[in-house]
T-cell receptor, first 112, second 113 residues
Framework: QQQVKQSPQSLIVQKGGISIINCAYE??????FPWYQQFPGKGPALLIA?????SEKKEGRFTISFNKSAKQFSLHIMDSQPGDSATYFC???????????FGEGTQLTVNP | GAGVSQSPSNKVTEKGKDVELRCDPI?????LYWYRQRLGQGLEFLIY????????KSGLPSDRFSAERTGESVSTLTIQRTQQEDSAVYLC???????????FGPGTRLTVT
C-alpha cells in the first residue's frame, strides 16, 4: 500500500491558536516526509520536511512531530495567522524512488 | 533563480481535442515530475523523468496520456482525445536529483467542455 491518509479535511482556527494536521502512512519504505502549503491558484510550496531518524523538527512557527512506530506524523502551526490560511498537504517518498505520495489535503482557515 | 514555469496557465478545450502542456524545470534539476490535481483532491502522480533514464510512466491513467522530455530541459505532457474527466490542474515539479525536495510550478488548469 502506498496510501497516506490525512485529517482533518478542513480546520478553522482563531488567530493565535495552534493548528494541528495529522497524517498516517502504511509503507515502511518511506524515508522522507515533506509538508506542502498551497494557496489558491498556486502550485504547492515545500514548507518543512522530516526524515524518520528524528522525532521532531521545528522551523519558526512550524513543527513536524514524527512517530515511527505508529507510522504517523503531524504538522503543528503555532500562533496561527490569517496569512496561514491555505491548503496543506502531507506527503511521503522513499528517496531511492521517484513519486511523492500525497495526503488528501487540509483546508486551513485562520480567522482574524 | 527562476522557479518551475508552466504554460499555458489555463486551457479550455472541447471534448475529443488534443492538448499539449509545457513545463520548464529549474535549471540544473535533473528530475522532472508531472502530477494531476482534481478539484478538492490531493496530487496524483503521472510520470517521472530522471536524466537520460527511461521515464517512470506507471501513473499515466490511460494511453491517451503521454509525455516527453528533451535532455534535462523542457517537458511536454500531451493528452489526446480529451475527455471531461481529464479536467484538472496539471502540475509539474523538478528536483536536483531523485529523492530531493521537489519544487512545483503554478500548474495548468485544464477544462474540457
Amino acid at each position: 500500500q502506498q496510501q497516506v491518509k490525512q485529517s482533518p479535511q478542513s480546520l478553522i482556527v482563531q488567530k493565535g491558536g495552534i493548528s494541528i494536521i495529522n497524517c498516517a502512512y502504511e509503507n515502511t519504505a518511506f524515508d522522507y516526509f515533506p509538508w506542502y502549503q498551497q494557496f489558491p491558484g498556486k502550485g504547492p510550496a515545500l514548507l518543512i520536511a522530516i526524515r524518520p531518524d528524528v522525532s521532531e523538527k521545528k522551523e519558526g512557527r512550524f513543527t513536524i512531530s514524527f512517530n515511527k512506530s505508529a507510522k504517523q506524523f503531524s504538522l503543528h502551526i503555532m500562533d496561527s495567522q490569517p496569512g496561514d490560511s491555505a491548503t496543506y498537504f502531507c506527503a511521503a517518498i522513499w528517496t531511492s524512488g521517484s513519486r511523492l505520495t500525497f495526503g488528501e489535503g487540509t483546508q486551513l482557515t485562520v480567522n482574524p | 533563480g527562476a522557479g518551475v514555469s508552466q504554460s499555458p496557465s489555463n486551457k479550455v478545450t472541447e471534448k475529443g481535442k488534443d492538448v499539449e502542456l509545457r513545463c520548464d524545470p529549474i535549471s540544473g534539476h535533473t528530475a522532472l515530475y508531472w502530477y494531476r490535481q482534481r478539484l478538492g483532491q490531493g496530487l496524483e502522480f503521472l510520470i517521472y523523468f530522471q536524466g537520460n533514464s527511461a521515464p517512470d510512466k506507471s501513473g499515466l491513467p490511460s494511453d491517451r496520456f503521454s509525455a516527453e522530455r528533451t535532455g534535462e530541459s523542457v517537458s511536454t505532457l500531451t493528452i489526446q482525445r480529451t475527455q471531461q474527466e481529464d479536467s484538472a490542474v496539471y502540475l509539474c515539479a523538478s528536483s536536483y536529483r531523485t529523492g530531493n525536495e521537489q519544487y512545483f510550478g503554478p500548474g495548468t488548469r485544464l477544462t474540457v467542455t
